[in-house]
């Protein structure tokens, strides 16, 4: 039986750095305040940090446009912070990983300077440059039709050299050219090992399908009449190269310094295209974050991403039972998570914010979701105290701060379109970015304990803090924040069930129930010692009424093929003072159970 590696079972934690926690009064996070609160995560049950870019950038794209690899950005500290983080880890047994961004760079990083120097620059090649095309009445055209992330085209026009380069997020983040050897040497370099040799453990890593382009530039076929730049994903997801590259970086350093790694694997929906980057054998990736779940209810990656989209719950389960699914009798390995720095709060996509006992419930319901699906878990700062989407009365031009929104919003309104900025507006205001960077809510005095009194935050504190806090759930062992702990030591007594057992739904098609069965046959194949069969039903009211099992024809103790009276109730959102009035067979609004065979 061979061992099991450390970051199956592990909990992540994703901190994003300016958001978490102010300890110098500037009205940004920083790393002493990560610090700070090391003991308070260590106490929830988390394992591993994830610290998002906490490096040298002008933050356009808050952090993820890295002007100096091996710089920390002041207001967030020091080397010496950074080695004070490792040291505050690995005193409690817990890790730290570092977001590994190194599919473009700011274009204020010396490599770019250099680059767009001159055409001779011997890192000119370092990235994509292109010259003009020309239409028929001579007016010039980027090399390409294709549509960046953050809206406009790919491509900007440098007047110095007189040539476009390629950047498939903001212009201010110029591609890496990762066909260029020396290129990727000094990435190895210069953003891997010079932390890997200061004791971090390893990387999540950002857009890490994306480093092969296309290199003979097609343009990408009209999807969007009428647009000039269209959606071409297929030009730089998943391209020619990119796993002789991903190998490349797995040999010459992630597999040496034994580091876990994670890569973010967006326009990837397939099984099978997943698959190459986390089998085992493969040697590329431990583990990928796959988005087919949290894109839910946006109306598509590009031009429509803002547009929110209803949808039902069958088709939240469709997902989960594929990608619970997908790895079964393969060599992967695969992550759970609802909540990130790019996505709305889980609790007002996929749960109930609109009173407090269906947040309560629905928060809960959310964490027994998560805790219960099988891979690794990943939780985002917040998550664990049910924090919410910002106010919806909060305007965006002024409350929201992130390069996407805002140009997805600009472009809405430079469109002239009433229809198209109302619903771009709606959508923003469930989906935007924003709402998970706003400050995490320690407290109930001024500032939510982010930062002092009378500091101005750099993002606005939520209004309703005073209720929804770290301090006030400590002190209540029914809150969501308890409720957390609680089933992630869950997890981890019934690992084989819950990490690494084989997943099946129940009622697929139900619109109010989410059913499943996990199943510890599938933890032989992960290695783990099995000394009993086990079996667990997990079973969620995911709405706002009450929902009979019975009239679901779902018997709990056939569906665990025990004895009736042999099933045991493991867990219940249910408040203590609920119990009596606990119905055996109906769950309440946004109740949920896990049982266990006998
Ligand atoms: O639609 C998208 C952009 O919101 C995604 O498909 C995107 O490609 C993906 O989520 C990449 O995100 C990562 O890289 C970005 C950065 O802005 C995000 O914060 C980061 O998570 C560029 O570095
Ligand atoms: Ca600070």
């Known amino acids: 039986v061979g061992k099991i590696p450390w970051w199956k079972e592990a909990v992540f934690y994703q901190v994003y750095p300016a958001s978490f926690k102010d300890t110098n009064n500037d009205g940004w996070g920083d790393i002493p305040g990560l610090i700070a609160k090391i003991d308070y995560l260590h106490d929830l049950g988390v394992d591993c940090v994830w610290l998002s870019p906490m490096f040298e950038s002008p933050q356009k ?21 950074v080695d004070n983080l490792i040291a505050a880890c690995h005193a409690r047994g817990m890790k730290l990983i570092l977001d590994l961004v190194v599919n473009h760079t700011s274009d204020q990083h010396p490599w770019f300077q250099e680059s767009r120097s001159s055409k001779t620059n011997p890192k000119r090649d370092w990235y994509m440059w292109k ?9 010039r055209m ?3 039709n294709w549509r960046s992330y ?7 026009w ?14 201010s983040q110029p591609d890496l050219n990762w066909e260029n050897e020396e290129c990727r040497k000094a990435i190895y370099n210069e953003a891997m090992r010079f932390w890997l040799d200061r004791g971090v453990d390893g990387f999540r890593i950002d857009t890490v399908n994306k480093y092969s382009k296309r290199t003979d530039f097609p343009d990408a076929p009209v999807t969007m009449p009428g647009e000039t730049d269209q959606p071409a994903a297929e030009m730089w997801c998943n391209g020619p190269r990119i796993h002789e590259f991903i190998r490349e970086m797995n040999e010459q350093v992630l597999a040496p310094y034994n580091a876990v790694s994670v890569g973010e694997l967006s326009n990837t929906p397939l099984p099978s295209q997943v698959l190459p980057y986390v089998s085992a054998a493969a040697k590329e990736l431990d583990m990928v974050f796959e988005f087919s779940t949290i894109r839910l209810g946006t109306g598509g990656p590009f031009h429509g991403k803002y547009l929110y989209r209803e949808f039902p719950l069958s088709e939240l389960k469709a997902y989960v039972a594929t990608w619970q699914q997908w790895l079964e009798g393969t060599d992967g390995w695969h992550t759970v998570f609802c909540e990130n720095h790019d996505n709305g709060r889980a609790v007002s ?4 914010d ?17 805790a219960t699906l099988t891979g690794t878990i990943f939780l985002y700062q917040g998550q664990e105290i049910g924090m919410v989407n910002m106010p919806k009365e909060w305007p965006i031009e002024q409350e929201y701060k992130d390069v996407e929104s805002l140009n997805f919003y600009g472009e809405a309104k430079a469109s002239g379109d009433a229809e198209r900025i109302r619903k771009t507006e709606k959508g923003l205001k469930i989906l935007a970015r924003d709402h998970s960077r706003i400050p995490m809510q320690w407290d109930a005095s001024p500032n939510a304990g982010f930062t002092s009194a009378g500091v101005m935050p750099w993002m606005r504190v939520h209004d309703g803090f005073k209720d929804l806090n770290v301090e006030k759930q400590e002190g209540d062992d029914e809150s969501v924040l308890r409720f957390y702990k609680k089933i992630l030591k869950m997890r981890k007594e019934y690992s084989g069930l819950f990490v690494h057992g084989a997943f099946r739904p129940v009622l697929q098609e139900d619109e109010t129930l989410f059913v499943y069965v996990k199943d510890d046959q599938g933890s032989e194949e992960s290695g783990v010692q099995v000394n ?17 099992l019975q009239e679901h024809d779902l018997d709990v103790a056939a569906t665990l093929g025990c004895k009736h009276g042999e099933e045991l109730l493991l867990v219940t959102t249910l408040k203590k003072n609920d119990f009596s009035r606990m119905e055996a067979g109906v769950l309440k609004p946004w109740e949920s159970r896990v049982y266990l065979n006998f």
């Open 61 to 81: 794209d808050m952090g993820y446009d890295i002007s100096d690899y091996q710089a920390v950005y002041s207001r967030y500290g020091t080397l010496s912070d």
């Open 349 to 352: 996509r996929f749960g109930d």
């Open 532 to 548: 009993k069969r086990r079996k667990a039903l997990v079973a969620m009211n995911f709405s706002g009424q009450p929902a009979s």
């Open 158 to 171: 440098d007047e110095l050299t007189q040539e476009y380069y390629l950047h498939l997020y903001d212009t």
């Open 150 to 156: 953050f809206a406009g085209p790919t491509w900007t």
């Open 354 to 370: 609109s009173t407090v006992e269906l947040w309560e419930a629905s928060a809960k319901t959310i964490a027994l979701w998560q």
């Open 142 to 144: 980027p090399p390409t």
């Open 131 to 139: 010259p003009a095309r020309y239409d028929a009445d001579g007016n």
